[in-house]
């Protein structure tokens, strides 16, 4: 908040020019709104992921191992669509 204002900047007029809704810019501390913390953050000239950590967490890719969880088998049949065995 204190870089905004340094930079003669507002929330709402923040939002204002980003055509973001008023209150999602000023409940962005409490609340998650991408857009607004994206303009928040590039006014300031930071990243949304420095400013909030724990909105953006830093997993890593999850490639499950095959011996484990095999390759599932399709649970297509062999039959064509329109076929009819009289079942």
Known sequence: MAKLHLGGMTLTELARR???????????KGQTHYKAQQAIADFIGEKPE????????????????????????????????????GK
């Open 50 to 85: 420095d400013l909030w950590p724990d909105r953006y967490p830093k997993g890593k890719p999850r490639i499950l191992d095959t011996a484990k969880f095999p390759p599932v088998s399709s649970q297509k049949s062999g039959r064509k669509p329109d076929s009819d065995d």
């Open 18 to 28: 980003n055509d973001i809704p008023a209150g999602s810019c000023t409940r962005v």
